[in-house]
């Protein structure tokens, strides 16, 4: 039998409440990223977890009109006074009253940074003040430490001879993030307003900008520098700067992550110096604009010797053309990379083209070198591949957990015959799921999607007379198929349907 002493500490029950401060806070904010609203619930534990959650669960307040009412202080005066001794972090979203705003911001004393999100159609200036300019006091505009993001920034251009009104509305010292609004109506944009807001903003990190088509670009005066982006995204940016304008007007010394898609690549490659990118951590490229071989060729060329001079990349996003891409230039962030998308500009619009596969023999090598690898998408043209040795070679890599294959649809419009009893698609994609999950290796899989004939949640349909015919019967191209992980550990398997198709 065991010793009075020893069975009286078998006796004792463990709980969370002995473990330290400094770890039970480490676990909440994880609870805090999982279910806010459970980790309310915790404060209901002790005295001891109010005093830690309490914090956490007010760190980021997203305001609402309940909370900025005058009334607050009167129907919830303990929830207003965590808010003004424990919040950090604001998300405004423009549309509520600027007054109200201003006074509970001014309240909140350990107050370090606000996200500004700009309501669609909304203005820069709303009943006599500029947004968020004015309601922000100097303790906050005139910090060094103070931080700014700003979302959804209408693209808006003034008239030169005025006062630029981006530098009225936002105060550019404190700006560290800006993410533009897509210009309403598309391919009216002009930046020459934007641009002014920009120059001015010397602690911006990170600029996000989307137009649409072949989109506009910055017109730069000989002295007009840009500040050094960390993160910088560009959609449908029509570059066209030289060499000498890249030198001189752009300064990539701090980028981190750098993503163009719409963009075009062989002007963009050949004017910028390659090794100001070795420290990316994450590229996406992708221009699919580009028709002609030859120049899809030489983009991919210069994508290459760009990745080359990369060190470490954790996510990588490609669209080239496959076939003359050394796959070397992958490995070489075998240890580091978790993210990798790996596409040819053909695609699965055209079941009459085939789209270039990466060979098993290059997933066998891969499997073995990109250890860390999590996330992965690829093309899969069962014309140009063995369909098993391909999957098999996929279900080689250990840790990965999340697969996206675009595939070719089945089907022949031409020689399509009534299929109500059998949904050939959906039949060729139960079999590539089930051998997915029946040779899976290390990792389970949370997902596995299946895109077929080039399907986007925003749908344009093949236009082809005898697609059409078919499209009119509920028989589409493109279809997407996914399998995911439940919470209680179970595969299960839809099919997700556009949000809008024509």
Same mark, same amino acid.
């Given at each position: 039998?065991?010793?009075?002493?020893?069975?009286?500490?078998?006796?004792?029950?463990?709980?969370?409440?002995?473990?330290?401060?400094?770890?039970?806070?480490?676990?909440?904010?994880?609870?805090?990223?999982?279910?806010?609203?459970?980790?309310?619930?915790?404060?209901?534990?002790?005295?001891?977890?109010?005093?830690?959650?309490?914090?956490?669960?007010?760190?980021?307040?997203?305001?609402?009109?309940?909370?900025?009412?005058?009334?607050?202080?009167?129907?919830?005066?303990?929830?207003?006074?965590?808010?003004?001794?424990?919040?950090?972090?604001?998300?405004?979203?423009?549309?509520?009253?600027?007054?109200?705003?201003?006074?509970?911001?001014?309240?909140?004393?350990?107050?370090?940074?606000?996200?500004?999100?700009?309501?669609?159609?909304?203005?820069?200036? *709303?009943?006599?003040?500029?947004?968020?300019?004015?309601?922000?006091?100097?303790?906050?505009?005139?910090?060094?430490?103070?931080?700014?993001?700003?979302?959804?920034?209408?693209?808006?251009?003034?008239?030169?001879?005025?006062?630029?009104?981006?530098?009225?509305?936002? #105060?550019?010292?404190?700006?560290?993030?800006?993410?533009?609004?897509?210009?309403?109506? #598309?391919?009216?944009?002009?930046?020459?307003?934007?641009?002014?807001?920009?120059?001015?903003?010397?602690?911006?990190?990170?600029?996000?900008?989307?137009?649409?088509?072949?989109?506009?670009?910055?017109?730069?005066?000989?002295?007009?520098?840009?500040?050094?982006? *960390?993160?910088?995204?560009?959609?449908?940016?029509?570059?066209?700067?030289?060499?000498?304008?890249?030198?001189?007007?752009?300064?990539?010394?701090?980028?981190?992550?750098?993503?163009?898609?719409?963009?075009?690549?062989?002007?963009?490659?050949?004017?910028?110096?390659?090794?100001?990118?070795?420290?990316?951590?994450?590229?996406?490229?992708?221009?699919?604009?580009?028709?002609?071989?030859?120049?899809?060729?030489?983009?991919?060329?210069?994508?290459?010797?760009?990745?080359?001079?990369?060190?470490?990349?954790?996510?990588?996003?490609?669209?080239?053309?496959?076939?003359?891409?050394?796959?070397?230039?992958?490995?070489?962030?075998?240890?580091?990379?978790?993210?990798?998308?790996?596409?040819?500009?053909?695609?699965?619009?055209?079941?009459?083209?085939?789209?270039?596969?990466?060979?098993?023999?290059?997933?066998?090598?891969?499997?073995?070198?990109?250890?860390?690898?999590?996330?992965?998408?690829?093309?899969?043209?069962? *014309?140009?591949?063995?369909?098993?040795?391909?999957?098999?070679?996929?279900?080689?890599?250990?840790?990965?957990?999340?697969?996206?294959?675009?595939?070719?649809?089945?089907?022949?419009?031409?020689?399509?015959?009534?299929?109500?009893?059998?949904?050939?698609?959906?039949?060729?994609?139960?079999?590539?799921?089930?051998?997915?999950?029946?040779?899976?290796?290390?990792?389970?899989?949370?997902?596995?999607?299946?895109?077929?004939?080039?399907?986007? #949640?925003?749908?344009?349909?093949?236009?082809?007379?005898?697609?059409?015919?078919?499209?009119?019967?509920?028989?589409?191209?493109?279809?997407?198929?996914?399998?995911?992980?439940?919470?209680?550990?179970?595969?299960?398997?839809?099919?997700?349907?556009?949000?809008?198709?024509?």
């Amino acid at each position: 039998m065991p010793a009075p002493a020893v069975a009286r500490h078998l006796q004792q029950r463990w709980s969370l409440d002995h473990l330290s401060t400094e770890l039970l806070i480490l676990i909440l904010e994880q609870l805090a990223n999982i279910d806010l609203r459970s980790l309310g619930t915790t404060r209901l534990v002790s005295t001891r977890f109010n005093a830690i959650a309490t914090p956490i669960r007010y760190h980021t307040l997203r305001m609402t009109r309940s909370i900025i009412s005058p009334q607050a202080d009167i129907y919830f005066p303990q929830g207003v006074a965590n808010v003004y001794a424990h919040t950090r972090h604001v998300i405004v979203d423009s549309d509520l009253e600027a007054e109200d705003v201003k006074r509970v911001l001014n309240n909140i004393r350990g107050l370090s940074c606000i996200s500004w999100r700009y309501v669609q159609n909304d203005h820069l200036c *709303k009943g006599g003040f500029w947004v968020p300019s004015d309601i922000l006091s100097p303790r906050h505009t005139q910090s060094n430490a103070f931080r700014l993001y700003i979302e959804n920034l209408p693209l808006l251009d003034f008239p030169s001879e005025q006062p630029n009104p981006y530098l009225r509305a936002v #105060p550019t010292g404190i700006l560290v993030s800006l993410v533009m609004a897509a210009p309403t109506p #598309p391919l009216t944009a002009r930046v020459g307003s934007l641009k002014g807001l920009l120059l001015h903003s010397r602690r911006l990190e990170t600029f996000w900008y989307e137009d649409r088509g072949q989109g506009t670009q910055f017109e730069f005066s000989s002295n007009e520098r840009l500040p050094p982006f *960390k993160e910088l995204y560009l959609r449908s940016y029509d570059w066209n700067h030289s060499a000498i304008a890249v030198r001189q007007h752009w300064d990539f010394s701090n980028i981190r992550r750098l993503e163009m898609v719409d963009v075009p690549l062989n002007p963009f490659l050949n004017s910028v110096s390659f090794a100001d990118f070795r420290h990316l951590e994450a590229l996406r490229l992708d221009d699919s604009g580009m028709r002609l071989p030859n120049i899809q060729r030489d983009a991919t060329r210069g994508q290459y010797l760009l990745i080359k001079q990369i060190r470490a990349l954790a996510e990588l996003s490609l669209t080239c053309d496959t076939q003359s891409f050394p796959v070397d230039g992958i490995l070489q962030h075998g240890q580091c990379l978790r993210s990798l998308s790996f596409r040819d500009y053909t695609g699965f619009f055209d079941e009459h083209r085939r789209c270039p596969t990466i060979g098993a023999e290059d997933l066998d090598i891969m499997s073995r070198t990109l250890t860390n690898l999590r996330t992965l998408e690829l093309d899969m043209d069962e *014309k140009r591949c063995e369909p098993r040795h391909f999957l098999r070679a996929i279900c080689n890599f250990r840790r990965l957990d999340t697969l996206t294959l675009h595939v070719q649809t089945v089907l022949d419009p031409l020689r399509y015959a009534d299929t109500s009893i059998v949904d050939l698609d959906h039949e060729r994609a139960m079999q590539i799921l089930s051998s997915a999950a029946g040779d899976k290796l290390g990792a389970p899989w949370c997902s596995v999607t299946i895109n077929v004939g080039g399907w986007k #949640p925003i749908m344009v349909r093949r236009l082809s007379a005898p697609w059409r015919a078919l499209n009119g019967r509920g028989v589409y191209a493109e279809r997407c198929f996914v399998m995911e992980r439940r919470g209680n550990g179970l595969l299960d398997v839809s099919e997700r349907l556009p949000t809008r198709a024509s």
